[in-house]
């Protein structure tokens, strides 16, 4: 019984995924971080873009 005790508090695998959870969350706070940054000049970008193609159907 001790035996199993032991192995049970030098096993280590959960701190693995725990790990690769904290890596996974810093991603994605860059992810939105970059987008809330780059966001208004896609809007932009994007709006010019709907704006000539509007008006070259028009013609």
Not at 41 to 57: C, D, E, R
Request: charged content about 15%; proline content about 2%.
């Amino acid at each position: 019984m001790i035996k199993r005790i032991q192995n049970f508090l030098r096993d280590d695998e959960g701190a693995s995924a725990v790990e690769y959870g904290l890596i996974v969350g810093l991603i994605a706070i860059g992810i939105v971080a970059t987008l809330l940054l780059i966001g208004p000049q896609l809007n932009t970008l994007f709006t010019k873009t709907n704006t000539a193609l509007t008006n070259a159907n028009a013609r």
